[in-house]
C-alpha cells in the first residue's frame, strides 16, 4: 500500500499547509484534527487535505503522532468559511481556523475525552431540606457547593470541582446519605442520561421530585436534563408569543419566505419589535425542519442573558440543550461543550457574540444579526474580521437568508439596501400602542451662560430641574456620558505640568473611588499624587468630567436620589453588570449613569428621562466614522426612555444646538441622516464608496515605524494593479506610543473591492521579506482610521 499523507493547517502565519507522512489507521479525514511534530514542539493541526504523494522530499516528511477522532470531523462548507476569511483578511487559513476551535479541541492531551461521560449531580428534596443544616457555618467552600447545588438545575463535576477542590469526594458522600442524585451523559452527543440514587436512599420524601424519585424505574429524564446543567438559565414559564403588528407580519413573511439566500436589513425604531420579528420568523425555520439550526449574533456578552432567558421562554418546547451561548465570557469547559453541541447538531438555537460567526453549525439555516451597525461585531486584535460581513457572506454560501437588524444601520449596510442588493424591511413605530417615541430637547450651554444659569459640575439648570420632576414622579432617569473615570486630565495650575503615562503618550485618567491614576490604553496605575511632583504645588486639579465626578455631583446635588454607575470600572467582576441591571429593572435606582454600556439592548420600563452630557466632542473628530457612531449611540439611549406607555424625554446638553445631527436626532430621522451623510461620503471618497485596508507597523521608535511603512510603500508601487490604488503617506497614530511600542499607519484604498484584493494579495509576500518593524498587520476594512 502506498503512503498516505495529510496537508495540515497550523496556527502559523506561513500561508502554506504543511506535509505529513500518515501511518495511522483508520485514516484521518479531511476536517479532522491531528497531533503533528512542528520545529521542536508538537502541535494541534487541522486535516485539509489527505492525499497519496507530497512534494516534500521523503526524509524531512514526518509522521502524524496523532488523530483526533472521537469528533465528527469538520464540513467541507466550514473549512470554505474559515478559508474565505484567511484569504480576505490576509491570514493563514490555520491562523484563522485554529483559534476559532475550542480549546480541548486543539490539546492532544485532551483528546478521547471530549465526548466523554460527564458526571452531573442534582440535588435530592432530602438534600434540599437538611444538606445546608448539617454544615458548619464556617466551612464556607462546603456551603458554597450546597448552595450551588440548590440553585442549579444540575452540577457537573467540572464545574463543582472549581467551586471545592475534593467535590469528587464530597459529592458521593452526600449522594451516599441520600442527598444528591447522580448522573452521567456526554455533552457533545446524545447519550440518555439516567439519575440514580443510592442503593439504600433515604426515606422517601412525600413531595419527592419525579425527576428524582427512582422508585418507579427509570426517571422521566431526557438528555435535556444532564445537558441542562450546559445552561443553568433561569427557567421561566413558556411565554405566548404576541400577534406581530402589520409591519412586523410584513417582516416576519418576507423572510420566512426567503426560500433561499437573501440579506434583509431590518431597520426598526428602538422598541419596534425587532426581536419579536427574530422570534417569530426563527419558530418558523426552526419548525419547517427537524434539525435546522439558527445563529443569532449580538454586540455584546452582557446581552446574551437577556436574549438567552427569552428564548428559553419562548422555545421552552425544546430541550433545554437546544439552546446554547457562545461567547468569550463562558468558562473554558462550558464553551468547549457549547460549541461540540453547536457542531454536534445537538443545539438548535445558537446565541453568541462575534466569535460564534465562525461556530460550525452543519444545519445552519438562517443568521440573525441584531444591532447590525455595532463596532464590537469588528474582532480589533488578531485576525481582524467583520463578524457583521461573514455572517452575509455565510448566508450566501449556505443559500439561507440573514437578517441585519438596527435602528441605525451601518451607512454600510444602509447603502447596499439602497442599491438593492439587500432588502429594506421597515418597522415604523413602536410595538406597545402606547409608547410612543420621546421627546428630543436640546439644551444650549452658551444661552445657559448667557442668562447666568451656570452648569453645575456639568449639570446643567434645566436638566438638573427635570431629574428632579422624575424623582417627585418616582420615574427613572438615565444620563449617559461616554466617558469612564472621575477626570481624563490631572494638572497643575502652577507649573503646566499634567499626570501623563511613563509607557504611553497618554495622559492618565483619575479614578477617584478607586484612588488612582489608570492609563487606558495600556492599564498603568499609580496613586494620587499629594502635590505636583515638578513644582510641588499641592493645588493640582481635575480637569474635565468622566462619570464618577459625575455620580459625585449628582449625589451632591439630589441627596434623596438613589443612583447607581454602571460602566467598565464598576463592572469589572464577572455577572456584576448583570445584577446592576437587575437593580434597575427592579426599580431600586433612581438615576443611573453610565457610558455607552447602558445605552444597548436593554428595555428599561421605567426610564421616562434620558440626560446626554459632553456629546458635542465627537461632533468635530478627525475620524469621519465619528458623527455615524454619535447618531447610533444617541439614538439607542434615547431609545431608553418611554418605552411603557410612560412619556420620555431626552434633553442633550450641546454648545452646538443648531447642528444638523441633532436636528435628524430630533425627527428621529435615521433615513434623513444616512442620505445626508453619504452623500458628504459620496464627495469626499470616503466608505462605502472606497474599499479601505490599512497596514499598521510598530517600532521601538516612530522612526522605525515610519522607515518600515515607507519601504512598503515603495514595494507597493511594483505590484500589478497598484496604479488603481490610492495611497497615503505613512503617518504616526494619534496615541503613537503604547507600552513603549511607537506605532504607525499606512491607509490604501480602491474603488474596487476585487482590485483592492488582489493588490493585498501581491503585496503581502513582500511585505514579509521587509524588516525593521517590530510587529505589523495589515487591516481590511479597518473601522478605526
Ligand atoms: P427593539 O428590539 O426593536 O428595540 P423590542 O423587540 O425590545 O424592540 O420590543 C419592544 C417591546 O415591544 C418589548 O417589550 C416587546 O415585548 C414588545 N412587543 C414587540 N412586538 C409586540 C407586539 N406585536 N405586540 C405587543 N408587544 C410587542
Ligand atoms: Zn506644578
Ligand atoms: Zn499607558
Known sequence: MSDVFVRVALDHPIPTLFDYRCLIQPLPQVGQMVQVPFGKRSVAGLVCEVAHASDVPAERLRNVQAVCSDCPPLSAQWLALVSFAADYYQRSLGEVALPSLPQPLRDASRWG?????????????????????????????????????????????????????????????????????????????GDQGKWSTPASPAPANANANANANTDKGPPAVSSAATLSALNPAPHLEPIAAPVLN????????????????????????????????????????????????????????NLTPQFEALFRARFAHLPDAAIVTLHSGLAEGERARHWLAAHTGQARIVLGTRLAILASLPHLAMIVVDEEHEAAYKQQEGLRYSARDLAVWRAKQLNIPVVLGSATPSLESWWQADQGRYTRLTLSHRAVAAATLPAVRLVDLDHEKRRGRASVEGLSVPLLAALKDRLARQEQSLIFLNRRGYAPVLSCD??????GCPRCSAYVVLHKPERAMRCHHCGWESKIPSACPECGNVDIAPLGRGTQRVEEALAGALPQARILRIDADSTRRKGSAQALFSDVHAGEVDILIGTQMIAKGHDFQRVTLVGVLNAD???????????????????????????????GEVLI???????????????????????????????????????????????????????????AAAALDTVPGAERVMRYDPVPLTIVKVMHVHRAQLLIECASRVVLQSVLHAWHPQLRALKGALRWTVEVDPLDI
Open 113 to 189: 475525552r471530549l465526548l466523554a461521560l460527564e458526571t452531573f449531580y442534582q440535588i435530592l428534596p432530602s438534600g434540599r431540606e437538611r444538606l445546608l443544616a448539617s454544615l458548619p457555618a464556617r466551612a464556607l467552600a462546603l456551603r458554597r457547593l450546597a448552595q450551588a447545588l440548590i440553585d442549579a438545575e444540575s452540577l457537573s463535576l467540572g464545574a463543582a470541582r472549581a467551586l471545592h477542590p475534593k467535590a469528587a469526594a464530597t459529592l458521593e458522600a452526600w449522594h451516599e446519605a441520600g442527598w444528591v442524585g447522580r448522573a452521567s451523559g456526554t455533552l457533545g452527543g
Open 246 to 301: 402589520a409591519e412586523q407580519q410584513y417582516a416576519c413573511d418576507a423572510i420566512c419566505n426567503a426560500g433561499g439566500f437573501a440579506a434583509f436589513l431590518l431597520h426598526g425604531v428602538t422598541g419596534s419589535g425587532k426581536t419579536e420579528v427574530y422570534l417569530q420568523s426563527l419558530a418558523a425555520l426552526l419548525a419547517r425542519a427537524r434539525d435546522a439550526q439558527v445563529l443569532l449574533l449580538v454586540p455584546e456578552i
Open 494 to 499: 502652577a507649573c503646566g505640568w499634567v499626570a
Open 617 to 647: 466632542t465627537a461632533l468635530f473628530s478627525h475620524d469621519f466614522r465619528a458623527s455615524e457612531r454619535l447618531f447610533a449611540q444617541l439614538m439607542q439611549v434615547s431609545g431608553r426612555a418611554g418605552r411603557a406607555g410612560l412619556a
Open 653 to 711: 446638553q450641546t454648545r452646538y444646538p443648531r447642528h444638523s445631527l441633532y436636528d435628524a436626532l430630533g425627527r428621529h430621522d435615521y433615513p434623513g441622516f444616512a442620505r445626508s451623510t453619504l452623500t458628504e461620503r459620496r464627495q469626499a471618497h470616503l466608505p462605502p464608496f472606497v474599499y479601505q485596508a490599512l497596514l499598521r507597523a510598530e517600532g521601538r521608535t516612530i522612526e522605525m515605524a515610519l522607515g518600515f511603512l515607507q519601504q
